[in-house]
């Protein structure tokens, strides 16, 4: 326990050296007991290679590295990846990559868990959802979280929820509040799990599909019809059942889209 503490202690002595505190985007997460559960959450046995987006100065890399196999850590920033090259050497089981998660391959992994940098939340969880993986467990600004899982008819319910439902199952497991980041973020926080399906949800058009949720998605206060005229599916609408066009796009569910695109697809 007291080796968890020093290790956190010795990173907000390293955080504050380094100015991260003044530097945007980079809070990190300080709470033992939640990178502990963090952790929990995916399972980890000494089977598992981990793949960590974002590593920072490495606070959730070291309860990783004591559960998993190995952990691969990816770091954009060089000053940081070197640090973790340093903290982690002794360990034998912390790969340190550098470079940019949504530009480089990634090494063979099978499970993913990182609190990641809040501001390319999309583009990378759209990376992830097309890679294989057993489990994900991530951090994400609780707003974004919040319509990564949304159920249709819900405010949150978004061409994110349906892309994620997609590739995915995923559900909020825990909130957590901004104080338990260093330097203290202006957001909250939920951790969320991320399954990813064996196959699609749809057998269809996939490029069709994100194009008309996308689309309608512009438009989602209003009803089917007047989302896909304004989407430039107007040549389609004849073809589209009279309850869905009179719908609200928000309320329509993933099967309602995929049927939409089958149509569309066929016409
Ligand atoms: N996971 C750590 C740090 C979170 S801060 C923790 O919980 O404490 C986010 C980290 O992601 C920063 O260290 C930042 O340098 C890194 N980062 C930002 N964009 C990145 C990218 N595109 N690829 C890899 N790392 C990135």
Redesign the pocket.
Known sequence: MTDEREFIRETIRLAKELGLIKKM??????NVNILKREVEYAYLNKNDIVL??????G??TYFLAKKAKKVVA????KR?AEILEKRFKDFGNVEVVV????EIDYPPFNKIV????Y??SSQITFRILRENFDIAVL?YQKEFAERLVAKPGTKNYSKLSVACYFYAKAKILEYIPRTVFFPKPKVDSAVVEIIKRDKPKFDIDEKLYFKIVKGVFSYRRKTLKNALINAGFSKYIDSIPENLLKERVFKLSPEDFAKICEIISSS
Do not use: F
Request: hydrophobic fraction near 45%.
């Open positions: 985007g980079q809070h990190l997460l300080v960590e987006i974002g590593a920072g100065l606070n959730l990816i770091e954009k920033d940081l470079g940019d998660a949504l990182s609190n990641i940098p501001l390319i951090t």
